[in-house]
């Protein structure tokens, strides 16, 4: 195979495992709905469960989180929502860091879950 056919299968390949996993997978976006407070410096993204994928289970997740000055989650506090989404959520949520402030602060965050098919 010549260095342009096999560069364009690998391409192809790649494009189409792309294509597979953002079609299968929902997604999810956060908010914090607490104006004024303290703004994400690293975000670790949640693993979806396969317990979810399986059970197509999309929904919001909300937590109280409480923020070091130094910027690191000090303690999560789940607020509401489905338990199956929530642990994943929270596990992503603790290595999330903020920038550095002069006080523990305390703020919401929501996790939405969604399809990424129509």
Request: glycine letters at 6%.
């Amino acid at each position: 195979m010549t260095s342009i056919g096999s560069r364009f299968f690998s391409l192809a390949a790649v494009a189409l495992l792309f294509a597979v996993s953002a079609g299968s997978a929902p997604q999810f976006t956060t908010s914090s709905t607490d104006e004024g407070k303290r703004k994400v410096k690293s975000k670790v993204s949640p693993v979806y469960p396969e317990l979810a994928s399986r059970k197509h289970i999309v929904g919001k997740v909300k937590f109280e989180v409480a923020i070091a000055p130094d910027g690191r989650v000090r303690n999560v506090k789940l607020i509401g929502g489905n338990p199956v989404l929530a642990q994943a959520a929270q596990d992503a949520l603790k290595e999330w860091k903020f920038y550095p402030g002069p006080e523990e602060t305390t703020q919401v965050v929501e996790f939405d879950f969604h399809s990424t098919s129509q």
